[in-house]
């Protein structure tokens, strides 16, 4: 009996720590990590494309990050987030989703539409969580975003070694060349590996300049963004070089003596780049005489590769609706040739959304990027060195991925999408740490929000349930009846048209 007695407060602590360990964990946070660094590396779904199976781990994701709105003051703190944001920016989102939603329900296609409407309220509600996260951990929290994303680019460093290694010694046997094009796994399309590219490539050189004390450990953490850097020149993706440019020209603008610093070891990743290009894709397969297949793009480095069509159909689509749109993803209700987005985010708002939904949105994207861009500013000269880095490559990131949004589906596929929503929720959280809460959220807004991401969630559900099951039939239904030459062009699934 007395040993019970005794054991009892020892159980009641013990309790009490797990209740603690629970509610201040950075639940929200542990699942977009895992989802981050498997979504390269990772194949979710062997008997699907790698953006399906990306899709349906993405959705997984969010399911996730809702339930970890149940543990006791996680809803809270992320509501303080919400109440934090500016009232015009809290009125705006607010007035373009109900516009939003508005467009939904008198589209073509209105379970569609829903889904599309649902996923981007609920990739919002994301970014909001990962903000309270990084606002209860504070700036530690940093150095595991950076090496979140390192790990993530060292481990498809890894495969994509073994993949160049395979087919040296196996592609002289079989009379095969040599093929840049199958170091690039992980996607269905290079170029989302170029929107990847662009959120961590801005971070990998951090661990070098932070922590490279020693030459050996200098090189070793040198070779991941090296290889990632010759990735880049390797590919066709001219969307990641605009992207890198102009987060580039953003550090230079916002960054002061730290930016420049940070530009410099840029600079010398390039060129670490192209030696390796020079050394492992020009050299060595020539000296082993296997004949190489290149994926540059020189000879229409500045066509537009058909963008302006669908820019111009994007267009015509908002000023024949211009209130209201065609509704959200109804971009991808008649078919063509192309895509089935228009590789612009305003004009996919313009087109989808309407007018009023489109500039309130735009709107909150362009205040939000330059309150970010001044808070660097402003805090250039503050913090340790490793901390303005960190702010830098945060910056860079940011305006990288705005501006390919502006040329490719950056808001569009799986991995990009919650790539983009951490950074933006990460650099949220920056802002709001170093302020006090401009006001609490009453019992009465508590209600209307939880409602509102309730019917977001709905939404999803109500959207993909009837998908879920049939994706690779519906995908070989359509290529089997699809004009010659026309192929799976994604938007939410790999088949991206959507039909009843």
């Not at 209740?19 to 950075?26: A, D, E, F, G």
């Not at 990590?33 to 349906?56: E, I, K, M, S, Y």
Request: proline share 4%; aromatic share 12%.
């Amino acid at each position: 009996m007395r040993g019970a007695v005794l054991h009892k407060p020892l159980m009641r602590k013990f309790l009490d720590y797990w209740k603690k360990l629970l509610r201040l964990s950075p639940w929200a946070l542990v699942v977009v990590a895992l989802f981050v660094f498997l979504a390269p590396n990772f194949d979710f779904a062997h008997a699907l494309t790698w953006h399906d199976g990306q899709r349906l781990a993405q959705l997984g994701a969010i399911v996730a990050v809702l339930l970890t709105l149940l543990v006791p003051g996680s809803a809270a703190r992320v509501t303080t987030v919400w109440a934090g944001l500016p009232r015009a920016i809290r009125y705006a989102l607010l007035t373009a989703f109900a516009l939003g939603l508005m467009s939904s329900a008198v589209a073509q296609l209105p379970r569609w539409a829903l889904l599309d409407w649902g996923l981007f309220l609920l990739l919002i509600v994301l970014g909001l969580s990962i903000a309270a996260n990084r606002c209860v951990l504070g700036d530690r929290a940093d150095t595991v975003l950076v090496l979140l994303f390192f790990g993530t680019a060292a481990a498809y460093t890894v495969t994509t070694c073994l993949v160049y290694g395979g087919m040296l010694l196996v592609a002289p046997d079989l009379g095969q060349g040599f093929d840049i094009g199958e170091l690039y796994t992980g996607f269905s399309n290079v170029r989302f590996f170029g929107y990847v590219q662009t959120m961590l490539l801005p971070f990998l050189l951090l661990p070098a300049m932070c922590w490279g004390t020693t030459h050996l450990r200098c090189v070793m953490l040198w070779s991941v963004p090296a290889v990632w850097w010759m990735l880049v020149v390797g590919s066709e993706s001219r969307g990641t070089w605009v992207a890198l440019l102009a987060g580039a020209i953003a550090v230079i603008l916002f960054g002061g003596g730290d930016g420049r610093r940070w530009i410099k070891w840029q600079c010398a990743g390039l060129l670490c780049g192209l030696l390796c290009y020079g050394i492992f894709v020009l050299g060595i397969p020539q000296l082993m005489d296997l004949p190489t297949l290149f994926m540059h793009r020189t000879g229409d480095i500045i066509s537009l590769s058909l963008r302006d069509v669908l820019w111009s159909k994007a267009l015509g689509f908002a000023l024949q609706h211009p209130l209201l749109g065609i509704g959200p993803m109804h971009y991808a209700y008649e078919i063509n040739e192309i895509a089935a987005h228009p590789h612009n985010a305003l004009l996919q708002w313009f087109s989808e959304w309407g007018f009023p939904a489109g500039f309130l949105l735009t709107g909150v994207w362009a205040v939000g990027g330059l309150s970010w861009a001044a808070a660097v500013r402003r805090a250039a000269a503050q913090g340790n060195a490793d901390a303005r880095l960190f702010r830098m490559a945060l910056l860079a990131a940011l305006t990288g991925a705005s501006a390919q949004a502006m040329v490719d589906g950056v808001l569009v596929m799986p991995a990009s999408q919650m790539l983009f929503a951490l950074l933006c929720g990460w650099a949220l959280g920056m802002a709001q740490s170093a302020t006090e809460p401009v006001r609490l959220v009453g019992g009465t807004e508590r209600v209307l929000l939880a409602c509102l991401v309730l019917f977001a969630a709905a939404t999803v559900v109500y959207g993909v349930i009837p998908e879920i099951g049939y994706l690779a039939e519906r995908q070989q239904n359509f290529l089997a009846h699809a004009a010659p030459g026309l192929r799976l062009l994604p938007r939410f699934w790999a088949l991206g048209w959507i039909a009843d």
